[in-house]
């Protein structure tokens, strides 16, 4: 592929960037877009949504009050921090609620297990923020101006600071938060959490042994204070890495038994199944608790009495007192908040969007609809773990995925305009070739390598590297085996728009003379699948928009990140291109500079679409689907931007006038253990 000289968008202090040795964009520049956005919002200031402060009285729902006058529970005082985190009403679009009612989610995803700081979700869909609190919050981040950026909101952690050297950093938690049996939340679940989850090598966890901070420890200092040591300075960034899905602690009251290094009779795979979705209630520290899964049918959640945040009126929150997750598809999801059954859904299933917009807009209809930027991605990944092969063919499938003119034979050889349609007909499909999705802020055309659409190419390509048909029956084959060429590519099942994917790349690689096989697996098997590098190729949906968020499952920042390269027995072999893209993470995390970011994005972008790290497919927006009579869901929430919509909505705001509440299913009721 002939590559042009190009300066746009790449001069650093007046030196054209190819002179650095950076490798500019193809000839081929990325097509124009058309954004179907449409959002409306005022920004505000970061200390306009909430502070942490004590108010002078507080209340609760109301059926709360018989359980405290029976001694079942102590008053609401009792139950909150002294100083809890306080809602302003002013930067609420309806303002205080009323209490009372049902939110109805409705996902295609079935709860692993509610041991979320091992790596098990919970179905996903809202569920898993739901019942997750983590130190820092990046949702509601979006509605806050430019000029106080200045990193994730906080959460659990009030407040942290720096050394002078930036490679000490100080956390302090909220006092007198408790789990939602009543135990006091505190640096025994943030040491727990760290040293026998994060930096034990036999759990899964969401953060990876090592890589936080290029290999942070951590210091208890007290009950509520401590502080991540790292072995080099680090920025502002690297505290983004401690919200929603990685920093977000466990009860370990509850864990501890179950873990070996506790109990010499414990299991890594008892502790991994110590709070199976089969058991509920169990401990959280969100709004709201699981009190009862019925599998394949519901997952009903009641409010949380020890919730840890009120409104500026002294209302703890939340103020719904139900949430329900009806276990069905996903795009069963969108469905039912087109009919006014279900009351949420980020519209991720773009067939679906034509006719969920045409009945959107009739006046009477129940939701409202609105898109966002193009943030959801497919692309297919390709195990680069050759030292970790089963097989002699496994090995040579790996050895010629190693091989960069392989992977851009792949991505020439794939028609995006006709994936994209396939998925939905329309402008809603927009080329995506790995790296940055358009809709980041980080995102820079001129620093993204277009592949056009050219089989022939790709022919040429795969011949050049002893790729042929030696047997006649149209598939090339694997040069080493003579076996023929193929791929297995697993997907999720349930998921509509991925098996479309699948079909229509199956069908477009044959053309070339490469089989692709469809192995798909159901949602609660698929990341097992994939975090134990037990593939040979994934189509996965992603959302990389950030590069402190998921950093795992998109960077090689340690030896278990990403999955479709792990490191074997043997240490891990880099792709020429890798060691770079890890050290431009580091980089990132190290800078407090803004636009010194954007230029290592920009040559992160242009390294993951240059060299093919993924083989990217296309990408769409999302539109947020909420029901007219759910208040406070911002207008102009985006389905995805810091954090998906359900954190950037900020559930426990939401409240239903009480004329318009649905019937709760377990009224008068909290959990009980």
């Not at 692709?516 to 159901?522: A, F, G, I, K, Q």
């Not at 499952?553 to 340690?558: C, E």
Request: glycine share 8%; hydrophobic share 35%; net charge negative.
């Amino acid at each position: 592929m002939i590559h042009k000289l190009t300066c746009t968008g790449f001069l650093l202090g007046g030196v054209c960037a190819a002179t650095l040795g950076i490798t500019t964009a193809n000839a081929d520049e990325m097509p124009p877009e058309r954004s179907l956005a449409g959002l409306e919002y005022d920004l505000i200031g970061r200390d306009d949504l909430y502070s942490y402060r004590s108010l002078d009285n507080y209340s609760q729902a109301p059926f709360l009050d018989a359980l405290v006058a029976s001694g079942a529970l102590p008053p609401v005082s009792e139950r909150l921090p002294a100083n809890p985190l306080v809602f302003n009403a002013s930067a609420m679009s309806d303002g205080i609620g009323e209490y009372g009612g049902v939110f109805r989610h409705v996902i295609g995803g079935r709860p692993e297990g509610f041991h979320w700081i091992a790596g098990q979700h919970q179905g996903w869909g809202g569920i898993n923020m739901a019942v997750q609190e983590c130190l820092v919050r990046q949702g509601p981040r979006w509605q806050v101006r430019a000029e106080d950026q200045t990193g994730p909101l906080p959460n659990l952690a009030h407040s942290w600071e720096w050394s002078e050297d930036m490679t000490e950093l100080t956390m302090h938690l909220v006092e007198g938060v408790k789990w939602s049996d009543g135990d006091p939340f505190d640096t025994d679940d943030i040491a727990f959490w760290w040293n026998d989850n994060v930096e034990d090598e036999n759990v899964t966890s969401r953060i990876q042994a090592g890589s936080f901070g290029g290999g942070a420890s951590l210091e208890v200092i007290d009950d509520y204070s401590f502080k991540f040591v790292f072995p080099s300075a680090q920025s502002e960034t690297v505290v983004e890495g401690l919200a929603y899905i990685q920093g977000c602690p466990g009860p370990s009251h509850v864990l501890r038994d179950s873990h070996p290094t506790y109990n010499s009779d414990a299991s890594y795979d008892d502790y991994l199944n110590a709070m199976p979705s089969s058991d509920v209630p169990v401990p959280v520290l969100g709004a709201w608790v699981p009190v009862e899964h019925r599998p394949d049918e519901l997952v009903i959640l009641r409010r949380n009495p020890y919730y840890w945040k009120v409104d500026d009126a002294g209302n703890q929150l939340p103020y719904l007192n139900e949430m329900h997750f009806k276990l069905t598809t996903w795009d069963d999801r969108t469905t039912q908040a087109v009919a006014g059954t279900g009351d949420w859904s980020n519209m991720e299933n773009p067939g679906n969007y034509v006719e969920a917009l045409k009945q959107s807009q009739d006046e009477n209809a129940p939701v409202t609809a609105k898109f966002g930027p193009r943030t959801l991605a497919f692309r297919i990944e390709l195990n680069f773990a050759q030292n970790m092969a089963d097989s002699d063919y496994d090995a040579e499938l790996r050895g010629l995925f190693r091989e960069q003119d392989f992977r851009e034979a792949l991505s020439s050889a794939i028609d995006r305009d006709a994936l994209g349609q396939a998925l939905a007909r329309g402008p809603f499909a927009y080329p995506y070739m790995g790296g940055f999705a358009s809709g980041s802020p980080y995102y820079d055309a001129a620093s993204t390598d277009y592949t056009p659409f050219n089989q022939g190419y790709a022919n040429e390509l795969l011949a050049g590297l002893g790729l042929e048909d030696t047997d006649g029956n149209g598939i090339l084959n694997v040069p080493g085996t003579g076996e023929d060429l193929v791929i297995d590519m697993t997907f999720k099942s349930q998921r509509n728009d991925d098996r479309k994917q699948v079909e229509a790349v199956t069908s477009q690689l044959a053309e070339i003379g490469i089989r692709v096989l469809p192995t798909p697996v159901d949602e609660t098997s698929f990341d097992p699948i994939r975090n134990s590098g037990s593939f040979s190729a994934i189509l996965q949906r992603v959302s990389f928009v950030l590069p402190t968020r998921e950093t795992c499952g998109n960077l090689p920042t340690s030896e278990i990140c990403p999955a479709f390269h792990l490191a074997g027995s043997e240490g891990r072999d880099f792709l020429p291109f890798e060691a770079e893209l890890a050290d431009s993470v580091l980089k990132f995390n190290a800078s407090s500079d803004a636009a010194e970011q954007a230029d290592i994005t920009k040559r992160m972008q242009a390294l993951l679409t240059e060299n093919h790290y993924n083989i990217g497919l296309v990408q769409v927006p999302a539109a947020l689907l909420v029901n007219k009579r759910v208040r406070n869901a911002h207008p102009g929430t985006p389905v995805f931007m810091y954090e998906w919509a359900e954190d950037a909505v900020i559930r426990e705001r939401l409240w239903v006038p009480a004329e318009l509440q649905t019937e709760e299913l377990l009224p008068g009721t909290v959990a009980q253990y």
